[in-house]
């Protein structure tokens, strides 16, 4: 499973009916709670079945009610409105659930105020019905797809252990041929991060996707929680880490490996959120991805029966901010808990990190990767820390450039001619002559970097 699509951040400052200072919050609903018509081997959310015993699993009209006048009323006065639906599965609520959702919202929702629709799912269900209803409604739907076959069926496989590339190729095929703006949501796991660009190019060539996001499975071993500061207390050298996991070497070479394919050849065609997360601390403005911002806590999760946690990776007791049929959404994502818990973040990342000439690009990444300890001992590191500190060290002067670029007003996509002419001017040259970039690019082929 993965997080929906990447949207516009929501904009800044309270809405009228917010406590003072409260931020805006993003909720990911999950309608039919951790129920799945995949099952898929490194899913992170498939064992919170057992938190709600004996339920049906499907979200009533009393809390589907409650989640949306919640959203209207906390966004008040704001020009967008985000709804956004994710599982285990939300289709299998059927086409049904989400007309009404529709339907209600344009009883509910104020002249002038936009709805951002978002749908995360694993295609099987989708069909022509679907694909008018999506096209229609102008919802915007990550679908989730981690290469070509051999690739994506590594993993991704149905109850009866069938892959699923064929059913989740047709649904991509189908709702591109609609027009649906669709996101690829990849998953990066052991059995495709040596293969990027292979997934890369597929997506790109074969699909024809133009969002494509990258999203490392990182598997717990013990089945144990973790606090939100990630203070889990594993030594630096163990894994605590299941074989399906991305390892933090293998992550950094696959990121690195589709930048420069990127930078070179679809800067403002194919839009990645790392990429353009990276770009904004490179430019010096928050980020869209929740995981590279300093704290956390805005990105919540409602379960199918009200309750509503800090993040659909704590979806666990101690993380339980109460239910929405019982307490205003906004109060509880405004409560001192989700607070605390999105302090945490910033307060529980360990001195290695403070030091690191990355961070203000990575910021310790998500709470939920912080798994060993650091090098004097401290918890709080990264599963993921050396890959990272690989990548965003490799990207340094394309983002320069980029940045630049973009401050004198110019289009980012003109960096793809200066590396082109770049690398001309390379063939040129002798080896040991100066560096013909002028514009301060290095890259790998200048500097064997």
Same mark, same amino acid.
């Given at each position: 499973?993965?997080?929906?699509?990447?949207?516009?951040?929501?904009?800044?400052?309270?809405?009228?009916?917010?406590?003072?200072?409260?931020?805006?919050?993003?909720?990911?609903?999950?309608?039919?709670?951790?129920?799945?018509?995949?099952?898929?081997?490194?899913?992170?959310?498939?064992?919170?079945?057992?938190?709600?015993?004996?339920? *049906?699993?499907?979200?009533?009209?009393?809390? $589907?009610?409650?989640?949306?006048?919640?959203?209207?009323?906390?966004?008040?006065?704001?020009?967008?409105?985000?709804?956004?639906?994710?599982?285990?599965?939300?289709?299998?609520?059927?086409?049904?659930?989400?007309? %009404?959702?529709?339907?209600?919202?344009?009883?509910?929702?104020?002249?002038?105020?936009?709805?951002? !629709?978002?749908?995360?799912?694993?295609?099987?269900?989708?069909?022509? *019905?679907?694909?008018?209803?999506?096209?229609?409604?102008?919802?915007?739907?990550?679908?989730?797809?981690?290469?070509?076959?051999?690739? +994506?069926?590594?993993?991704?496989?149905?109850?009866?252990?069938?892959?699923?590339?064929?059913?989740?190729?047709?649904?991509?095929?189908?709702?591109?041929?609609?027009?649906?703006?669709?996101?690829?949501?990849?998953?990066?796991?052991?059995?495709?991060?040596? +293969?990027?660009?292979?997934?890369? %190019?597929?997506?790109?060539?074969?699909?024809?996707?133009?969002?494509?996001?990258?999203?490392?499975?990182?598997?717990?071993? *013990?089945?144990?929680?973790?606090?939100?500061?990630? !203070?889990?207390?594993?030594? %630096?050298?163990?894994?605590?880490?299941?074989?399906?996991?991305?390892?933090?070497?293998?992550?950094?070479?696959?990121?690195?490996?589709?930048?420069?394919?990127?930078?070179?050849?679809?800067?403002?065609?194919?839009?990645?959120?790392?990429?353009?997360?990276?770009?904004?601390?490179?430019?010096?403005?928050?980020?869209?991805?929740?995981?590279?911002?300093?704290?956390?806590?805005?990105?919540?999760?409602?379960?199918?029966?009200?309750?509503?946690?800090?993040?659909?990776?704590?979806?666990?007791?101690?993380?339980?901010?109460?239910?929405?049929?019982?307490?205003?959404?906004?109060?509880?994502?405004?409560?001192?808990?989700?607070?605390?818990?999105?302090?945490?973040?910033?307060?529980? $990342?360990?001195?290695?990190?403070?030091? &690191?000439?990355? %961070?203000?690009? &990575?910021?310790?990444?998500?709470?939920?990767?912080?798994? $060993?300890?650091?090098?004097?001992?401290?918890?709080?590191?990264?599963?993921?820390?050396?890959?990272?500190? +690989?990548?965003?060290? +490799?990207?340094?002067?394309?983002?320069?450039?980029?940045?630049?670029?973009?401050?004198?007003?110019?289009?980012?996509?003109?960096?793809?001619?200066?590396?082109?002419?770049?690398?001309?001017?390379?063939?040129?040259?002798?080896?040991?002559?100066? &560096?013909?970039?002028?514009?301060?690019?290095?890259?790998?082929?200048?500097?064997?970097?």
């Amino acid at each position: 499973m993965a997080p929906v699509p990447s949207a516009t951040p929501p904009p800044s400052g309270p809405p009228s009916t917010w406590p003072a200072g409260a931020p805006l919050f993003h909720v990911l609903a999950k309608p039919t709670g951790a129920v799945c018509n995949l099952d898929c081997a490194y899913c992170f959310y498939l064992d919170k079945e057992s938190l709600y015993p004996g339920s *049906d699993f499907r979200m009533s009209e009393g809390v $589907l009610d409650a989640y949306l006048r919640g959203m209207v009323e906390a966004y008040r006065g704001q020009e967008v409105l985000p709804i956004a639906w994710q599982g285990g599965e939300p289709t299998l609520m059927g086409l049904d659930f989400f007309q %009404r959702v529709v339907g209600k919202l344009r009883a509910l929702v104020p002249p002038g105020q936009r709805v951002e !629709h978002s749908l995360q799912t694993n295609g099987l269900r989708l069909d022509e *019905d679907w694909a008018r209803f999506l096209a229609q409604e102008q919802v915007l739907v990550g679908l989730s797809i981690d290469g070509p076959q051999a690739l +994506h069926d590594a993993y991704r496989v149905d109850k009866g252990g069938l892959g699923s590339f064929s059913r989740v190729e047709r649904a991509a095929r189908l709702l591109l041929r609609q027009g649906v703006a669709v996101n690829a949501l990849v998953a990066v796991h052991a059995a495709n991060v040596g +293969h990027p660009l292979a997934v890369y %190019r597929f997506l790109r060539d074969e699909l024809g996707f133009r969002y494509i996001q990258l999203l490392p499975v990182v598997q717990r071993t *013990d089945p144990g929680g973790i606090e939100a500061g990630g !203070h889990a207390a594993f030594p %630096r050298d163990a894994a605590p880490v299941t074989a399906r996991s991305v390892r933090p070497e293998a992550w950094g070479r696959f990121l690195c490996a589709i930048f420069d394919e990127w930078v070179r050849h679809d800067v403002g065609t194919v839009f990645i959120p790392r990429f353009e997360a990276a770009l904004a601390a490179w430019l010096g403005i928050p980020p869209a991805m929740c995981v590279f911002q300093p704290t956390c806590g805005r990105a919540l999760a409602l379960e199918h029966q009200g309750d509503l946690y800090c993040c659909d990776h704590f979806v666990t007791a101690e993380h339980r901010l109460g239910n929405i049929t019982q307490t205003p959404l906004a109060t509880l994502a405004a409560s001192p808990a989700a607070r605390a818990f999105g302090q945490a973040k910033a307060s529980g $990342l360990p001195a290695f990190c403070r030091r &690191c000439e990355v %961070r203000f690009a &990575c910021q310790g990444e998500c709470p939920k990767n912080r798994l $060993l300890r650091g090098p004097d001992g401290e918890p709080g590191l990264n599963w993921l820390c050396a890959g990272y500190k +690989h990548f965003f060290t +490799h990207i340094d002067a394309p983002m320069r450039a980029l940045a630049e670029l973009l401050k004198r007003g110019q289009p980012a996509s003109e960096i793809m001619g200066q590396l082109g002419r770049a690398e001309a001017d390379f063939a040129q040259v002798g080896r040991n002559e100066p &560096c013909p970039c002028g514009s301060g690019l290095k890259f790998k082929r200048c500097h064997g970097a």
